[in-house]
């Protein structure tokens, strides 16, 4: 199976390394050419292309006529969003996914055909899982077509969780923090992992608690 990922920021490159690890073809696109070099050390040069996933003639280059999946995980809506349309329009991508920023883009990606909207590491590589790796299980319930949502909060100094365990937490009800991002580290979620100031917290919280997940946070940097 082709993958093409755009976007080696935090998240895109996470997500190469699984995707690799898991024997997958992959090439990741990355328009900074700095960044770009330094992946290619990390991926190696062949799993990497300088290049604006944007632009036709780099989709062309990168082999998007072949792909069976696209990703976009950009920091940037506008461009995951045309990223995912010119897969779909253009080269007649089966399968697209995009990482989207702002909740209040989510519609909008629908509205325009984007298959799924994701917004965090391992939650993008379960969705793939779950509808285009059958022969891998993981226990993450589907996104978009139920009552949940995917939240992410990165804590600051203030944040009252800060320095707890994960099991002293008084979560709302069915509500799972699922996945941190630590500096360039992914770290699963036990009872027993402790929160640290700058971690970037996923949550699969029900849409009626999530007010109850932002008053737990309350002084996260964002949620």
Request: hydrophobic residues 45%; contains cysteine.
């Amino acid at each position: 199976m082709y993958m093409i990922l755009v976007g080696g920021g935090n998240v895109g490159f996470h997500l190469a390394k699984r995707l690799l690890a898991a024997g997958h073809e992959l090439l990741m696109l990355e328009k900074n050419p700095e960044h770009a070099q330094r992946l290619a050390g990390l991926l190696g040069s062949e799993n990497v292309m300088e290049g604006d996933g944007c632009e036709m003639l780099t989709q062309r280059d990168a082999g998007f006529n072949r792909a069976d999946v696209v990703i976009a995980v950009t920091g940037e809506d506008e461009d995951n969003m045309v990223v995912c349309q010119m897969a779909k329009v253009v080269w007649s991508v089966d399968r697209v996914l995009a990482r989207v920023n702002d909740p209040a883009h989510v519609d909008v990606f629908k509205r325009v055909g984007i298959d799924e909207t994701v917004s965090a590491t391992d939650i993008i590589y379960s969705l793939l899982e779950q509808q285009i790796m059958p022969d891998f299980v993981m226990p993450v319930g589907a996104l978009g077509r139920g009552d949940f949502e995917v939240v992410e909060a990165e804590l600051s100094s203030r944040s009252p969780v800060v320095g707890k365990a994960v099991r002293e937490l008084i979560l709302p009800p069915q509500t799972n923090l699922v996945w941190i991002l630590r500096g360039e580290d992914g770290i699963g979620v036990s009872g027993d992992t402790t929160l640290m100031e700058g971690d970037i917290v996923v949550a699969l919280v029900p849409r009626s608690h999530e007010a109850d997940l932002r008053d737990l946070f309350s002084t996260a940097t964002r949620v």
